[in-house]
Structure formats: structure tokens, C-alpha cells
């Protein structure tokens, strides 16, 4: 199955902006969905955002307004642009590349993104 590696994170001020990159090692356009997902220490893994084969999006009621998933599937990569960040968004972010609607996925390594005066 398809291999996803993060790449991106690092410490920002809050109120800044990152953007993650999940590059794959194939074809992400047949793909069912690929999606961001964050997890803080002690806490669950949660979906930030998610792009679906036909385009549509859907983001976390906390991210709405400030993240934003986008692919190039010329690149076989997809994006998260992180504007206006806050300290609750300090976590670890991880890319999952999904085949089906029912599997679970595919996990890349995780980036470190942590916001911090």
C-alpha cells in the first residue's frame, strides 16, 4: 500500500502560519481520501482535515477558518496550510492515505508542530 511521509513542522508564535507537506510514493488521485490528523500528548489522535477522491473537504470545528487541506496530485502530495495558530494546536501531525472508504489507512511518521511564545 501507498507510503506517506510529513515534512513541515517546527515551533512557531502563536498566530503564525505553517504548512505541512505528505508526499506519497504513488498515485494519490485513485486514493479514497487523505487526511491530516493531530495528536497531543495524552490525548487522542483527532482529524484536523480531510480531502476526499472528488475533492470535497471537511475540517475539525477548531481548525475551520485558519486550516487548509489542498493535494497536487501532479506531486502526489498533499498539504495543510496552518494560519493563525494557537498554543491548543501544539501536537504531533500525522498523514493517513486511505484506498477504500472502509480500510483504515496508511500512517506516516508524524511532524512535530509546536506553538510557542
Known amino acids: 500500500q501507498v507510503q506517506v511521509v510529513e515534512s513541515g513542522g517546527g515551533l512557531v508564535q502563536p498566530g503564525g502560519s505553517l504548512t505541512l507537506s505528505c508526499a506519497a510514493s504513488?498515485?494519490?488521485?485513485?486514493?479514497?481520501?487523505m487526511g491530516w490528523y493531530r495528536q497531543a500528548p495524552g490525548k487522542q489522535r483527532e482529524l484536523v482535515a480531510r480531502?476526499?477522491?472528488?475533492?470535497?473537504?471537511n475540517y475539525a470545528d477548531s481548525v475551520k477558518g485558519r486550516f487548509t487541506i489542498a493535494r497536487d496530485n501532479g506531486k502526489n502530495t498533499v498539504y495543510l496550510q496552518m494560519n493563525s495558530l494557537k498554543p491548543e494546536d501544539t501536537a504531533v501531525y500525522y498523514c493517513?492515505?486511505?484506498?477504500?472508504?472502509?480500510?483504515?489507512?496508511?500512517w506516516g511518521q508524524g511532524t512535530q508542530v509546536t506553538v510557542s511564545s
Open positions: 493517513n492515505a486511505k484506498l477504500t472508504a472502509y480500510s483504515t489507512g496508511t
Open positions: 504513488g498515485s494519490i488521485s485513485s486514493l479514497y481520501a
Open positions: 480531502i476526499l477522491r472528488g475533492g470535497n473537504t
